[in-house]
């Protein structure tokens, strides 16, 4: 039940160097098709273009079939791509956006036409929204005009941000990897179509023709006069602080960002997105805004000089605007000239480029160290980035999250990779757990402000990170919503750990609009058990109230389990996560 890919065609493995291009080795057959032997060798049909072009350059696809895209499927096996099945069309999508996010290469998903696409739409908005590049291969209405059932596919792709392309019979292969060198280029997902009437055709293409390859995009040099202004307000600062975000993981820059760290005494932080980026995890603060610790986000507030890099600066990792004060220097690096109220001095460049030049020059003004983050208490011990552990006994009887998520930090592997699902529950894995690195801890949804995609994406991390424990973190509300592929991550995953906050209510909702006063009646969900869920799908699971009911857990851990435990905590509803607090507040204001 629990063997990896159990519907994959292939099994090959998924793991590459961080972010590298992506490469998989392409089939030599021409043909996807299982038609009788003759004479004369029938010509590829454009679906088998589409998916030997595929193959070529993505080593896993993740999907449902249907009418649609049956050919392109079928054409797949004969191809060195692993095909993994998924029982929502949500999770097609949401699987190869986690399989990026946490291996660094792209993947592609696959569905039917009309409501196979449509059920793509949360999970596609998700993608364009975080700006992850994937490639979305889809049936799409015959060429001789819409059907009954038909929609404008492209319309509705345009509405979520996404770009269509739609294939021929006479340059499907080189639109499909013009499909995959859009989506690395704008960091975006891309709808490939194949009409209904053209899938099963054959191809008009010439023979013999190699696959094209596919250019990577080149990084943008940042102006060397923006990096030694930079540099000189670093180098001047009496209490620098660098605050990455995952951008600056996606470029690769967290050596050197762990260099100019060194050369500048700076104190660092991540965004949500970007946690365990920089090597020196003793002079780090951890995440800023609502999932901060409070001295810590008070001493981001004293910094004078920031340098913030690849992150976007929402309104989370800011605090609603109160995080940095007014009068601060805020240096940003970013590969796209977004602007920002708060930002005094741009650099327009690539992240790693642009970090690892600022080093350079501070090196050549052999400026003396700030000395800030050996100055501060409680940084290097740990003490300032403390968490309150809990209470064993709450007064309505049940599980207190904090409690759960301390022992839980305890007993997790350490070779893990998170994958968060959205809620209130959130706050408690990325205030509690220790990240590796960004790839380690798969937040979804967060973009697009969506629940429902957790189980779908741990799919893709499993698939990407094989030998790595996956540990999914979800609230009930969400994991009911995902619960079709429940199943799917437990047909997939090698070893993996279910962790359900279980408060029998849509939490982000009561401890919002129920505390504004609205009814919560339609919050409230009826307690569903989620290890029994689990059992009936082959994983093993408790129901946990205290940590005395670990037991089981602890002794699986022990012994090297394989497979997936569920583990089913009942929590109580009457502890609020911080960040909680901060949008309540927020919103109260408006009313």
Known sequence: MNSVSTNSFSTTGATAPHFSAPASSASSSTSGTRSAPSAAVAAPTVSARVAEAIASQISDVFGLMGNGNAYFIDALSGTGAAFTAVRHETAAVAAADAYYRAGGRI???????????????????????????????????????????????????????????VVNAADATRQTIHAIERALARRSPVVLAIPYDLAAAPSSEH?????????????????????????????????PLLLAGRGAWAAGAGEALGRLAELSSAVTASTALGRGIFPRAEFDLGVTGGFGQEDAMHLVGSADVV??????????????????????????????????????????GDARLAVEAIADRIERLQSKPSGWRESVAGLRDGSLRARPTGEVALPDGQLDPRLIATRLAALLPEDRVVVSDGGH??????????????????MV??????????????????????????VVTTGDGGGLMALADLDS????????????????????????????GLGQGPMQIEQADFAALGRALGARGSV?????????????????????????????????????????EVNARKH
């Open 445 to 470: 949804g967060t973009a697009f402000q969506s629940i429902g995609l957790g189980f779908p994406s741990a799919v893709g991390a499993a698939r990407a990170l094989p030998e790595a424990t996956l």
């Open 107 to 165: 993947a592609a998903g696959t569905v039917t036409y009309g409501a196979g696409f449509t059920n793509t739409a949360t999970a596609l908005a998700e993608a364009a929204q975080a700006r992850i590049p994937l490639v979305l291969v889809v049936g799409e209405a015959p060429t001789t005009g819409l059907r009954p059932w038909d929609i404008e596919q492209s319309s509705f792709a345009a509405s979520l941000g996404v770009p269509t392309i």
């Open 489 to 516: 991550v437990i047909r997939t995953a090698r070893r993996a750990i279910i962790v359900v906050w279980n408060d029998a209510a849509y939490g982000a909702e009561v401890h919002v609009y129920g505390r504004l």
């Open 307 to 348: 340098l913030v890099v690849g992150a976007s600066l929402n309104q989370f990792t800011m605090q609603f605007g109160s995080l940095i004060p007014a009068g601060t220097t805020v240096i940003r690096i970013d590969d796209e000239e977004r602007s920002h109220p708060i930002v005094t001095h741009f650099v327009h």
């Open 207 to 239: 023979s013999g023709d190699a696959t094209p390859v596919v250019r990577a995009p080149h990084p943008v040099r940042p102006d060397p006069i923006d990096t030694d202004a930079a540099a000189a307000a670093i180098a001047a600062a009496e209490r």
């Open 425 to 442: 529950f959130i706050g408690w894995a990325n205030m509690y757990w220790p990240i590796a690195s960004p790839n380690r801890m798969v």
């Open 544 to 584: 946990i109230h205290s940590l005395a009911d670990l037991a089981e857990f602890e002794q699986w851990l022990a012994d090297e389990g394989a497979g997936t435990f569920v583990l089913d905590c009942r929590v109580s509803p009457s502890i609020v996560a911080p960040f909680q607090d901060e949008i309540y």
